[in-house]
């Protein structure tokens, strides 16, 4: 049963408008280049407590970072445990006057904190825990 008469048989479209499309991409490509410029990156992610109160300390400072997997980094370097006194050390003797900063992540073994503290302090440096503002 075919109900349609052939005279008036429908032809394939053969043009495509492609301007949409284009408008589209225009707007996404804008898009992500101006989200893009929004995302910082600060290197080595930890979760760091929160604190009621904060301060403004030196700009000489020798940051050690502990992970949540218990691996040191010092200014941006993983240093293994074994050589982290010598290497925070180091860095004081080129920087006097400098202070340390620790940024443990707050699922980090407190061991680790406490062992960088006592580095800092038998180097007689003044010591500062790193933490969000609430």
Same mark, same amino acid.
């Given at each position: 049963?075919? &109900? ?17 499309? =284009? ?5 996404? $490509? ?8 929004? #995302?910082? +990156? &600060? %290197?080595?992610?930890? +979760? ?7 301060? $403004? ?6 940051? !050690? #970072?502990?992970?949540?997997? %218990?691996?040191?980094?010092? +200014? %941006?370097?993983? !240093?293994?445990?074994?050589? $982290?006194? %010598? ?11 400098? =202070?340390? #900063? ?7 073994? #407190?061991?680790?904190?406490?062992? !960088?503290? +006592?580095?800092?302090?038998? $180097? ?11």
């Amino acid at each position: 049963m075919n &109900f349609r008469d052939d005279t008036n048989r429908l032809q394939p479209l053969t043009l495509f408008s492609q301007s949409s499309l =284009t408008d589209i991409i225009l707007l996404l $490509l804008i898009f992500f280049l101006l989200t893009s410029s929004f #995302v910082t +990156n &600060f %290197g080595i992610k930890v +979760n760091i407590p929160k604190a009621e109160t904060a301060t $403004l300390s030196d700009p000489t400072l020798i940051t !050690v #970072v502990i992970s949540e997997d %218990g691996d040191f980094y010092m +200014n %941006g370097t993983m !240093v293994p445990r074994a050589s $982290l006194s %010598g290497e925070i050390q180091r860095e004081s003797a080129t920087s006097p006057g400098a =202070t340390l #900063v620790i940024r443990a992540d707050k699922n980090s073994i #407190v061991d680790h904190s406490v062992a !960088v503290m +006592n580095i800092g302090k038998a $180097l007689q440096l003044p010591i500062i825990i790193a933490t969000e503002k609430q």
